[in-house]
C-alpha cells in the first residue's frame, strides 16, 4: 500500500514495552519490559544512554565503554538512582509521570521515546507552526 510502512507480526513495538519517569525521578519498567529483560522477579542491572537529537532513553544490558556504570533496577523493575541522568536530560518529571514507549531495537539493546514525540513540526503559509 502507497504510504504506508509495512509492520510484521513480530514487531516488538506491538507489544507492550515501556518505562515510565514517576513523580519521584525514579525510571520503572512495565510487566512486559522485565518479562523481555528476564527480570520478572529479579535485580536487573542496564545501562542507560541518552539520544540527545530524538530526546530518546536507551537501555541495554551491555555497554562497550569499561568505564560506564550500570543503574541497578530492583525486583519491582523500580531504579531510584536515575534522577540526576532525568535531570540532566530536562526529563520534567515533577509535572508528572512521563510514560515512553518502546521505539526500536538499536545494537542489542532498546530505545523509547515519549508518547506522541513522532511527530515532526509544520509551517503553514502564513507562518505559523503547527
Known sequence: M????AISS??????????TIDKQGRLCLNAGMRRELEAEDNKVS???????RGRRIGLSKKSDDPNV????????????RA?????????DYKSGAIQL???EHIDGGYAFREKGSN???R????????
Open 123 to 130: 509551517q503553514e503559509k502564513n507562518g505559523n507552526l503547527e
Open 46 to 52: 542496564l545501562y542507560l544512554f541518552f539520544d540527545q
Open 101 to 103: 514507549i518502546f521505539d
Open 119 to 121: 511527530y515532526t513540526l
Open 2 to 5: 502507497k504510504g504506508f510502512k
Open 69 to 80: 556504570q550500570p543503574f541497578n533496577f530492583d525486583a519491582r523493575g523500580y531504579c531510584s
Open 10 to 19: 513480530d514487531d516488538k513495538s506491538m507489544e507492550d514495552l515501556s518505562i
Open 83 to 91: 534522577k540526576s541522568f532525568l535531570l540532566r536530560n530536562e526529563f
